[in-house]
């Protein structure tokens, strides 16, 4: 029903990238990303450049489509099926290519950007650091400036596609004395630049997807490869948000409804008592309540869409529709294991794999508990600084003369 959401063009997007997923990712690929057999599928990257369905937003000069983001939510929603690790994977190019796009230069373009859609190139995300993740501009990688270069040192980990990238995008200090906004840069540093990748071993989900930590130990950056101004990093970051919360939310989108499925087509044959367990209100009401979730968090991921493709402010919005779609992918998830029963929790079905996977959505591109500081941060100036033009609802109070009982200090 949210194809009427769509353009024409939109929804034939959605049908390639749905037949894509089911004609050429094969089961045996996504078991050994599982078994940690496959560190990092470079194939598949190329399977969807070749395709076309790599940086959909970005402008048909680098290889793009120049689509808006509807489109993108619709097709990162249908790639959501092959779980986090691909998922992520598949959103690097557009959290990654939105920096490149937004902030970099004709020369950054034409020598990242483009390769990277054509999948020549693989690229990753450098954020988090061993003494903090959601503290982001508490970084202590730092970039001296040393006549044309930048020397980097310090320590990148958890970044997603390490293994498998030519290139980096990482925040550094450039301004170590300044406020911690105005403090870091951001630069494109290639593997070959001196970075030393290490594979993180022992994750509980969404393996497969190359992730290691990143040591930087005096490598020599081009200052050609700054992105953005010299202590814009925030600037870069602010806007790369953007894409890195509304990618978690669309795959959690996709995640979620396939495990539902998954689970009411089991509950639709399972028999217990003489009776199919869809029978029961005890299943049936689980894929309820399941079903009702799973459609308010996609229509709030499609508007937020909107609502970025309106060059609207959406910071709120984009941090609403993570935490929203990924705790709905968490009590969907579990829902289906309950509904599965003990079959649920075995490698039979993959009910489990998301579950592993559905775990990390609400701890990635920022907590959950980031999202709701900033929520309730952004409604606070919403409601206390916008004009008085609607209803004092106040003075509908039942006691007219309780003036005297607000008491405030």
């Not at 092959?82 to 796009?101: D, F, N, P, R």
């Not at 559905?358 to 500081?373: C, H, P, V």
Request: aromatic share 8%.
């Amino acid at each position: 029903m949210f194809d009427i959401l769509l353009t024409e063009e939109e929804k034939k997007l959605k049908q390639e990238v749905r037949r894509f997923v089911k004609e050429k990712v094969s089961s045996a690929l996504i078991r050994a990303m599982d078994q940690d057999q496959v560190r990092y599928p470079k194939e598949f990257i190329k399977s969807l450049a070749e395709e076309n369905l790599l940086g959909l937003r970005f402008s048909r000069q680098w290889g793009g489509r120049e689509l808006k983001w509807t489109g993108e939510v619709a097709a990162i929603e249908e790639i959501g099926v092959l779980g986090s690790g691909m998922t992520c994977l598949y959103s690097l190019v557009s959290i990654v290519g939105e920096a490149i796009h937004s902030f970099g230069t004709p020369e950054q373009k034409e020598k990242y950007l483009k390769p990277t859609l054509e999948g020549k190139l693989c690229c990753a995300e450098a954020l988090t650091e061993p003494r903090g993740g959601s503290d982001f501009f508490g970084a202590t990688t730092l970039a001296q400036k040393d006549g044309d270069h930048y020397i980097l040192n310090g320590q990148k980990r958890f970044v997603v596609g390490a293994e498998g990238a030519d290139y980096f995008l990482v925040y550094a200090k450039t301004a170590p004395e300044a406020e911690p906004h105005k403090s870091l840069s951001c630069f494109l540093v290639e593997r070959e630049m001196g970075v030393e990748v290490k594979h993180v071993y022992g994750l509980l989900g969404s393996r497969g997807g190359g992730t290691g930590r990143l040591y930087f130990r005096d490598v020599k950056v081009p200052k050609e490869n700054l992105v953005g101004p010299e202590n814009g990093g925030a600037l870069v970051f602010n806007r790369m948000m953007i894409p890195e919360r509304l990618t978690t939310a669309a795959g959690a989108l996709g995640m979620a409804r396939c495990c539902l499925e998954i689970a009411v087509r089991y509950s639709d044959r399972r028999k217990a008592f003489g009776e199919r367990i869809r029978r029961f209100q005890a299943v049936s009401f689980k894929v309820a309540d399941s079903i009702a979730k799973l459609d308010a968090a996609r229509s709030l991921v499609y508007v937020t869409a909107r609502h970025v493709d309106q060059g609207l402010d959406s910071r709120r919005l984009v941090s609403e529709a993570k935490k929203v779609s990924t705790e709905m992918l968490w009590e969907v998830v579990n829902h289906s294991m309950q509904i599965m029963g003990g079959i649920g929790y075995t490698n039979v079905y993959p009910i489990e794999r998301f579950f592993r996977d559905a775990r990390l959505q609400m701890i990635w591109t920022g907590t959950n508990e980031i999202m709701d500081l900033l929520i309730q941060h952004e409604f606070y100036n919403e409601v206390l600084s916008r004009a008085e033009d609607s209803r004092e609802v106040e003075r509908d109070a039942g006691d007219l003369e309780g003036e005297e009982e607000k008491v405030y200090e």
